[in-house]
């Protein structure tokens, strides 16, 4: 045990884990007879667990989410000063903390003015949905109400996320969903529906406009769509979708949605994923990078436009948007969230982002040559996904277990990757994903490669 491990009874804190405590996304029958994974301190890009094994962290505390590596007492003490100040007001009143950081937000935001608080995406997502229903029943005699989601695309876990969620598996066994949602095709040119054509990018966004046009643009309400697809598998759009998915919206009178909640606050080497696009959303949603984890917070960010929908007469009732997020009145979130983008800003960690994704995406590419059973490589900034196949020429996709088999090999050698498991039909689970934080060197770059590269020779030898 070394000075980053725990306390002489973690011990007991296993078996208090391994008695009482539902883990997210995992099947504890294993558990009976093996540990669970307790993860003690983290520093920078580095976890020790309770076992005291460093482990190099290439996905953001597992989910995407800590971007600007663990152990910041700045965070610490931001958060400590303001809760002692004010920790909570429901979110009909203001806050300081609360109006700094919407001003500085929407400032890195051009065309957006609002910020709507809450504590998680997939709130943040919802809150999008009631906007747009409600605009829908004020302004269209409630016949402009559905959501157009992408194949492919996640959202969240609640019942309005699920039926928005492009992962079968997923989904699975909680339906029935909520009505009014509607499914588009993805935007993958490495599986493209069409065979190999020029201007995938486009096509894949006319595709959009077939279902639009089915379905009829006098009832379709909004677009919700990643900028770029994380847990579907790292998917850059191709060239010409999004300006083709903006003229499309913009033609039928339908309101954008931008779900950032993966890539926004740097991840991409932008603010925004979408900002490398020249998009200009309606919507957009964000959580994960938002405080990078050190305190619960959401954003739905909208257009002045999007706002003065709700602007009316007092007397009525049903003028405003009725809504309420309990914990998005705590002001911890915001305080934490101002400090993030000061760290970010501070650092250059954007650029950084930018630089250390280009060496990440060279490195994964570099595994394409060496390794047959590499597909694809692909991403944008530090976020990036490699596809493996069974098969280069007819792109069969390698069985899950060996996916698993690839992210259990580099665990074992102390570097932590991610997976789209559990998510899509079809077998098509076969995508290893990285996220490391925004802080990242050559050198921890170097060792998350390094480290893949001797896991696939592992796994695909033996």
């Known amino acids: 045990m070394n000075q980053h491990t725990a306390p002489n009874d973690i011990s007991a804190v296993v078996e208090a884990d391994r008695r009482h405590v539902w883990h997210h996304l995992t099947q504890h029958k294993p ?26 962290d290439a996905v953001s505390g597992g989910v995407w989410t800590v971007n600007i590596g663990y152990g910041r007492e700045s965070m610490a003490n931001v958060i400590r000063d303001q809760v002692l100040k004010l920790n909570y007001f429901a979110g009909a009143a203001g806050t300081v903390p609360g109006a700094l950081f919407a001003e500085r937000l929407v400032g890195k935001m051009p065309g957006m003015s609002r910020v709507f608080y809450s504590n998680s995406g997939s709130e943040a997502n919802e809150k999008v949905w009631k906007m747009i229903r409600q605009i829908s029943h004020r302004h269209h005699g409630g016949r402009k109400a559905k959501i157009l989601f992408r194949e492919r695309d996640y959202h969240g876990t609640t019942f309005g996320t699920l039926s928005a969620g492009g992962h079968a598996q997923r989904n699975a066994q909680y339906g029935p969903f ?6 588009v095709p993805h935007c993958l040119e490495y599986r493209s529906q069409w065979g190999a054509i020029e201007n995938y990018g486009e096509r894949a966004a006319d595709a959009i406009e077939a279902v639009i046009l089915r379905e009829g643009p006098d009832t379709v309400g909004g677009l919700c769509l990643e900028p770029i697809t994380a847990g579907g598998g790292a998917i850059v759009p191709p060239a010409g979708y999004w300006e083709r998915v903006q003229e499309i919206c913009r033609r039928y009178e339908i309101l954008l949605h931008i779900d950032e909640v993966v890539c926004g606050m740097g991840r991409t080497g932008t603010w925004f994923g979408y900002q ?10 964000m959580a994960k990078g938002v405080a990078s984890g050190y305190a619960a917070i959401s954003c739905t960010v909208t257009s002045e436009a999007v706002f ?4 009316d007469d007092a007397d009525d009732p049903l003028s405003f948007f009725r809504d309420i997020s309990t914990f998005g009145g705590c002001t911890s979130g915001p305080a934490a969230a101002l400090e993030n983008m000061r760290i970010l800003e501070d650092e250059n960690l954007l650029e950084n982002s930018a630089r250390m994704g280009d060496r990440l995406l060279a490195n994964l590419q570099g595994l394409m040559e060496k390794h047959a059973v590499v597909g694809e490589a692909r991403g944008k900034g530090l976020f990036a996904g490699l596809e493996l196949v069974a098969d280069r020429t007819t792109k069969e996709p390698v069985p899950e277990a060996m996916v698993k088999a690839v992210v259990a ?3 074992a050698n102390g570097v932590m990757i991610g997976a789209q498991n559990r998510s899509l039909a079809g077998g098509m689970n076969n995508a290893l994903l990285f996220a490391p934080a925004l802080i990242a060197t050559k050198d921890d770059i170097d ?16």
């Open 276 to 285: 490398h696009y020249g998009v200009e959303p309606d919507f957009v949603t």
């Open 178 to 183: 909520v009505p009014g949602f509607v499914e």
């Open 447 to 462: 060792a998350i490669t390094d480290c893949v590269d001797h896991a696939l020779g592992r796994v695909f030898t033996h």
């Open 308 to 311: 003065d929908h709700f602007k």
């Open 31 to 56: 558990y009976e007879t093996s540990d669970p994974r307790v993860i003690i301190e983290g520093r920078g890009m580095r976890v020790w667990d309770a076992t005291g094994k460093e482990i190099l």
């Open 409 to 411: 090999e580099c665990m």
